[in-house]
């Protein structure tokens, strides 16, 4: 009975987790297409999450723990992807381009 339940409890406190870091994904692809360019046409096609390299983890001194968002859009014909480190504070996504 106390395996079930250690085990149940367990399962719980991992989906919180996942849906937490679902979430902070969220907000972070959220941020990254506010910081888009404004072109007149842009179509967002994809976005996605991946973790940071680790030659930028290496050098990384903050408190949290970044990560890579790209997104895949459309403008004039083109494609293009534009990727950015995002990292969350007090629930606050902050994004810079980055140029790989």
């Not at 959220?30 to 940071?52: F, N, S, W, Y």
């Not at 408190?63 to 859009?73: A, E």
């Not at 992807?81 to 969350?88: D, E, P």
Request: glycine share 4%; proline share 5%.
């Amino acid at each position: 009975m106390r395996i079930t339940i250690a085990v149940a409890t367990a399962l719980a406190m991992l989906a919180a987790t996942a849906s937490s870091r679902a979430d902070d994904n969220r907000a972070c692809i959220l941020k990254a297409t506010e910081a888009l360019p404004h072109i007149d046409g842009l179509v967002v096609k994809k976005t996605r999450t991946r973790p940071v390299p680790p030659e930028i983890m290496a050098t990384w001194r903050g408190q949290t723990r970044p990560v890579m968002v790209d997104v895949d859009i459309v403008a004039a014909g083109a494609a293009e992807t534009y990727s950015y480190i995002c990292v969350l504070t007090n629930k606050t996504a902050f994004v810079r381009r980055v140029m790989s």
